[in-house]
């Protein structure tokens, strides 16, 4: 090892940024009645939980969405969840209502009552369900956490509503089919806000919508879809938006400098899969969304049926790429990401029909003459599926960085200033040099 941190020393490195990791989970931790996930999780023993727990510490991230989380008000479920499950190693965390299981008052699919599952808000069998967790190993700035769960569909510029379907029931119809969080969090003195969702699944209605103008199918779940993805479009547009009000009063979008990243389950694949007009491409062709290659593993490339398309890229089960990490383009570095979906998958099939998604960030220099930006081979690129690690690679230069004792020497990069090694620096040795 000490011959390893010596060759290492040899190499010509930039200069370095801290890296944290950012990730989203959907770890299916609902339930078909209220209260019940709050006594599995209070089981440390229970299979499907520690199973999803064991899956969360093994990404290892600083900070995690959680999709498909039961809320509850008192937060029972996630206080039993880290304390039994993840040894507190989150000592910061948020949830709050969603729409699911939320009653509208309204008979939304024509059955002769107001009591179905899908005549809520958003389709659950009780409040809370399919609800969402935010874990952190950073402050969560709470004064300034913005919710968007009582926007209106109706007031979204450019909805794709379908009001002649829904009747005078569309004036009142909720755009998230949870919620919509801004939800701050203070990183090494900055702020990123992740911006957290689950759109609804561009299914279980009647049919593929192809052409927006037709009457029919009216594709009412693929059109909430398309716009619950289209909101985060328009927020980080700017704060030139008085029609959109969050819960808190507040009106305007994402601020012009400020960092995001966006995140979420968001049931809809850029190629594949039922989503209108391939909505996703809303976020992932944004100008403000960093343009980096998508995430991939060894497990969906041995597991996605080969008729899909970029099936390395997938992140669930049933071959679709749902779950998302897209960092904002101006603030932060992309340094490595992965779909933590192994080789020997029965653990993450164990615990959810979903693979955690992640990203190793860290913000960029103010200065564009401390960064020193650099080009893999051409020799790299086509050994590997993105310019990021897999997570094989990933896992291992973990554990080299846990057995290399600290460096003791600085480290110089051409017309760059020297910077002390830190524990995260020496993750970053490998995959921000060009010669390894």
């Not at 009645?33 to 599995?40: E, H, R, S």
């Not at 479009?233 to 969050?246: E, F, M, S, V």
């Not at 966006?262 to 976020?283: K, M, R, T």
């Not at 020799?379 to 690679?393: I, K, M």
Request: net charge negative; aromatic share 10%.
């Amino acid at each position: 090892m000490k011959a390893l941190s010596f060759l290492l020393l040899l190499l010509p490195f930039p200069a370095l940024a801290a890296e944290f990791r950012v990730a989203t989970y959907n770890a299916s931790l609902f339930r078909e009645t209220a209260g019940a996930l709050i006594t599995d999780c209070q089981d440390a023993q229970h299979p499907q939980v520690s199973a999803a727990a064991q899956v969360i510490r093994e990404v290892n991230a600083d900070v995690i969405l959680i999709n498909e989380f039961d809320y509850d008000a008192e937060g029972q479920a996630a206080r039993a969840f880290l304390e039994k499950h993840l040894s507190g190693k989150y000592p910061h965390w948020y949830a709050a209502p969603v729409n699911t299981g939320v009653s509208s008052g309204e008979d939304l699919n024509r059955d002769g009552d107001t009591t179905d599952p899908e005549d809520a808000f958003g389709y659950g069998k009780h409040p809370g369900q399919y609800g969402m967790l935010l874990l952190s190993r950073y402050p969560i700035d709470t004064a300034n956490i913005r919710t968007f769960q009582t926007f209106l569909w109706k007031d979204l510029l450019g909805n794709l509503l379908p009001s002649a379907h829904y009747g005078s029931a569309a004036e009142k119809l909720r755009l998230s089919s949870k919620n919509h969080w801004d939800v701050p969090v203070k990183i090494e003195g900055k702020t990123l806000h992740c911006l957290c969702s689950h759109p609804t699944p561009p299914a279980f209605d009647d049919g593929l919508l192809k052409d927006v103008t037709a009457a029919k199918p009216v594709d009412w779940n693929g059109r909430r879809n398309h716009d619950e993805i289209q909101f985060w479009a328009k927020y980080i547009d700017g704060t030139d938006k008085p029609w959109l009000a969050d819960d808190q009063g507040r009106r305007g979008g994402l601020g012009e400098t400020e960092a995001f990243v966006i995140l979420g389950d968001l049931n809809a694949d850029p190629a594949d899969g039922d989503s209108v007009q391939q909505a996703i491409h809303l976020l992932l062709k944004h100008h403000k969304v960093a343009d980096v290659p998508a995430p991939t593993s060894e497990g969906a490339t041995l597991r996605v049926r080969k008729t899909l398309h970029f099936r390395e890229t997938k992140t669930s089960a049933f071959g679709l790429r749902c779950d998302y990490v897209l960092p904002s383009k101006q603030h932060l570095q992309c340094h490595a990401s992965a779909v933590h979906w192994p080789a020997e998958d029965a653990l993450v099939k164990k615990a959810s029909d979903h693979r955690a998604v992640w990203f190793n960030l860290s913000w960029k220099e103010a200065d564009p003459k401390k960064w020193c930006p650099w080009e893999r081979s051409a020799s790299l690129h086509a050994s590997l599926a993105t310019p990021f690690p897999n997570q094989t690679a990933t896992l291992l230069i973990r554990r080299v960085q846990d057995s290399i004792n600290a460096v003791d020497d600085a480290i110089e990069c051409d017309n760059v200033e020297t910077v002390e090694s830190t524990n995260s620096v020496k993750r970053d040795l490998f995959w921000r040099n060009p010669y390894l």
